[in-house]
């Protein structure tokens, strides 16, 4: 483990598209959740009226709400980080590097753990910016105190960061090329997903929610205007549970890693 | 002692049979040539060899004293293209390799001077020419002072002067007593650098052994008297002479040589009334075995 993370650093530490990304991404979710912030800042000033509670909700800045807020928010740039393994994941295949990695001594298995360790280390650093921003900005809010209630959902946003990482690490092993992979990525997330979602209602199709990122974005919701969402229609969707984004993330990866292992390079 | 024995190795691209039930031992210590047209299967064996490519069938086996999953750690590898991180600069791309191997670290300075990269190391790869790049990638090989070479095509697109250094490296390291296993398709630099040599054709092993025992199977005499054409009309005659070639100066003559020898001809002809004035055994070069070999 300390083995192959030492190799996948040596790989990353000099390349300066990898970081300036991953400084884009983590500027990103702080921007995003400044912008809420201020939103939200702007509706519950401190004479806000019992009436308007009622309609929107408390104040989604203040904890414990704030955990679900910030980790809703920043979901929505979760494609950047797939973009970041998508771009380091087909460069081997680019330069061919992965054959050379193997020539070098590596076994298929090592290299493509190495892949999937990059991964989850970049989820788990999103998910830590994430946790952060979640704090720093509870704490700024006015009548917020510090609690670790609601902090389930940042447990949650991390499972959907998987899904979002190993689901670019997937394309990204069966296409290998990087622009093929970043449009089928973004194209499945933005469009192909959606439209299958849509088509599953229309016939009535009562897990259409279960799909592999829907059902990872689901995992959270906007705190705000939880009343008003007990009256709205419903869509035929089921609960959704934790565990169905994580077999599918259980699955992308036993495909991502059964495809190197089994093929030629 | 064999370094490496292959086992009824086949590997199929759809239709196309691309390794047809392979077969050979490489000897301890030899250059082996791997020789064979573009096509023929040469890389897609190393590609095996080398865990980069499976095979439908068959297997192979390294004898390195060294647990198998680990073997590639002992092989240098020199492929027709350099593979690099292109945003590294040489001395980072080659840590990389001594990280993979385990081994190699404290070599690297070593290795870029011997290839007369130490004072490129700081440059990164892409700005490299094509040169450089190989160069780079004997560092690479180098680094863990492997017991097997594995090279492919060697000396492709290089100038003479490369093509030269490449050769010499090659033969220096042979003499270090480490096995070179070498696919090529220049018959001449597989005649003139290996040991040993194997042929392939359209995935098929043709034939293999040592360059010597391939080469001299057969003999080539040539051979002239004052009156041409009768010498050539009584060996057409004679019992072991495949062919006769006429030319100006002399016949030339394909003999198989378990039936006749230049002393047994010389006297076939004294008893016919021929007097030679010249008779000169030459060996077949690998490029004749190889083009009559390759047309059956």
Sequence with gaps: MKYLLNIEWLKYKHYKPFWLLTGLYALSIVVINYIVFKINAFIHTEESSPQLEMLIGKSAMAFPYVWESVSYASSFILSILGLLVILVTTNEYTFKTHRQNIIDGFSREQFITSKIISAVILSIVSTLIVTVTAIVAGLAEVNSSFTLSGSISILYFFIQTLSYTMLALLIATFFRRGAIAIGIYLLYIWMIEPLIMVGLWRIEFPYAAYLPIQSADDLISFPSFDNIKKFGPSLGQVPSVFFVPLIYVGLMVYFTYKRFVKSDL | ?296
């Design chain 2, 1 to 296: 002692m064999n370094i490496l024995s292959i086992n009824n190795l086949s590997k199929e691209y759809g239709f196309l049979k691309a390794l047809d039930n392979v077969s050979f031992n490489i000897p301890e210590g030899s250059i082996y040539g791997i020789l064979g047209p573009n096509g023929s299967g040469k890389t897609t064996l190393l590609s095996i060899l080398l865990n980069i490519v499976l095979p439908n069938s068959g297997s192979f086996q390294f004898d390195t004293n060294e647990e198998m999953k680990d073997y590639r750690k002992n092989v240098g590898t020199l492929l027709e293209t350099p593979n690099f991180y292109h945003y590294l600069t040489a001395e980072q791309n080659l840590r990389i390799v001594a990280a993979i191997r385990g081994k190699g670290e404290d070599r690297i300075e070593e290795v870029l001077k011997t290839v007369d990269l130490w004072k490129k190391r700081h440059l990164k790869f892409k700005g490299f020419s094509l040169g450089m790049r190989q160069r780079l990638a004997i560092a690479s090989a180098l680094l863990s002072d492997p017991k097997l070479l594995i090279l492919d095509e060697p000396t492709n697109g290089l100038d003479p002067q490369g093509i030269h250094e490449i050769r010499e490296l090659i033969k220096s390291i042979h003499r270090s007593g480490k096995t070179i296993i070498m696919a090529s398709h220049l018959l001449d630099e597989v005649e003139k650098t290996c040991t040993h040599v194997a042929v392939l054709q359209q995935g098929k092993l043709i034939t293999e052994g040592t360059v010597g025992s391939i080469v001299s199977e057969d003999q080539i005499l040539e051979i002239n008297a004052t009156d041409i054409n009768r010498l050539s009309e009584i060996l057409s005659q004679l019992e072991g002479v495949r062919s006769i070639e006429n030319f100006p100066q002399f016949v030339k003559v394909h003999i198989d040589q378990s039936v006749l020898s230049a002393e047994k001809i010389n006297q076939y002809c004294f008893n016919h009334g021929i007097v030679l004035n010249h008779l000169r055994t030459t060996k077949q070069s690998l490029e004749a075995k190889f083009l009559a070999l390759t047309q059956n």
